[in-house]
């Protein structure tokens, strides 16, 4: 066999980058490589500083064979140059934060983003000196108003969790690096088979791999995509130092899921357009939230953005806190349960006044405003999984029919 040196779609890529047979077994698949440790030549150094790739293995939190074949294949996915994983989403988050940013720094961040985020950017991040500001990432008036000569890093998500808003990163991006600060993009949403930010000027890009990449809701992971001269220091630093790196046999699992992830995510489009539309039309339901629905106040981003209109979508319906209830009782098929991206479908109420009392602290009318066009009294966010969609339709529709 002799490596691809052509230059392969994105299918190809998904089940063939970063991976090769094995070497000595031949074997097609990667096999796992588990050990903690690596037998080393008696040159090689002690401190993990002078770790070079070239000098091989020595110890799983420098690096692993296992897990390198996952971030070149991510790398690869998001066109760019290197990716460094780590045990969860928030721990790539975390990673990136400690990597941008020191005492004296100010960064800005999405006033909605994932909780754990939002969470740890109220109080946390400000407890080390560095000054946190919240804004809607689709106004980008008040984006560019709150920069600073501090500022040294613009954190968005796209789309948003849990409502669905959109941010023009194209634009955010020409708005952060004028003023000198980097642009970090969570595209967990959106995904390397819809957008790839990197493309569109941002220099990290960050994914909870627990989600649609992985795909089957059995193994956590996060990554932060970005250049290699900002990954290299970011991996000695940051997964090396803080030690929150991915098991091997995660990687190995999350590599498994990524070989039928785009097409999976056509599936999860297809099944998502026809579930958006059947609760459009249900006379129980007020207002549903999709990026592949002209309804959406911003489908025209999401036509330019997104390649692919992704399996999330959200809507609301009078009473939603005791619709929860029937809706976690009554469900067949759909699972009530947090989390998304799997094959499986799920979904869960989030009242906006729970949300805006723990999470999402809305400081300014434009930003309340911003929040109720999208989620109102609170929203139901529904995962559309890989069953049939017509019966992921028949088990919403005999709960809307009862309340
Ligand atoms: C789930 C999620 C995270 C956190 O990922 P974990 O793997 O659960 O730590 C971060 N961002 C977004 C948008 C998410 O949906």
């Not at 003023?179 to 990197?198: E, H, K, N, Q």
Request: hydrophobic content about 45%; some cysteine.
């Amino acid at each position: 066999m002799t490596k691809i040196n052509f230059p392969t779609g994105f299918q190809t890529k998904a089940i063939h980058a970063g991976e090769e047979p094995d070497p000595n077994s031949k074997a097609s698949t990667p096999n796992i490589v588990m050990s903690s440790t690596f037998v080393t030549d008696a040159d090689a150094g002690f401190s993990a500083e002078g770790v070079e790739e070239a000098r091989g293995w020595t110890y799983t939190r420098w690096g692993n064979p296992t897990l390198h074949q996952l971030e070149e294949k991510l790398a690869a996915l998001e066109n760019a140059e290197d990716a460094v994983v780590f045990a969860s989403g928030m721990g790539a988050i975390t990673a990136l934060l400690f990597h941008t940013l020191q005492a004296g720094d100010h960064a800005i961040i999405s006033d909605v983003a994932y909780a754990a985020l939002s969470e740890m950017t109220n109080d946390m991040i400000p407890k080390l000196g560095i000054a946190i500001s919240k804004v809607n990432m689709s106004d980008a008036d008040a984006i560019k108003k709150t920069l600073t000569p501090e500022t040294k890093l613009v954190y968005i998500e796209t789309p948003c969790n849990p409502i669905l808003r959109l941010t023009d990163i194209k634009e955010v991006a020409s708005i952060a690096h004028e003023a000198g600060a980097l642009l970090a993009v969570d595209s967990t949403f959106s995904t390397p088979a819809a957008t790839r930010p990197m493309e569109l000027g941002a220099d990290f890009v960050i994914h909870s791999l627990t989600k649609y990449l992985g795909g089957h809701g059995d193994a956590l992971g996060g990554v932060v995509v970005g250049s290699r001269v900002n990954m290299t220091p970011l991996r000695k630093k940051t997964s090396l130092r803080l030690g929150g790196i991915m098991s091997p046999f995660n990687a190995w699992l999350i590599m498994r899921g990524i070989a039928t992830f785009p097409l999976r995510m056509k599936a999860h489009e297809k099944n998502a357009l026809q579930v958006a539309r059947f609760l459009e039309s249900h006379p129980k339901v007020k207002r549903v939230i999709y990026p592949g629905l002209p309804s959406h106040p911003q489908h025209a981003l999401a036509k330019e953005q997104m390649n692919n209109f992704s399996g999330l979508l959200t809507f609301q319906v009078e009473n939603g806190k005791e619709a929860a209830h029937h809706f976690a009782n009554r469900l067949q098929v759909i699972h009530y349960a947090v989390s998304l991206g799997h094959h499986r479908s799920l979904i869960f109420y989030m009242p906006s006044a729970d949300l805006l009392e723990t999470s999402f602290k809305l400081a300014t009318e434009q930003q309340l405003e911003s929040w109720r066009l999208f989620a109102g009294k609170g929203l139901f966010r529904l995962s559309v999984g890989l069953e049939d969609a017509e019966d992921i339709i028949t088990d919403l529709k005999m709960v809307l029919d009862e309340l």
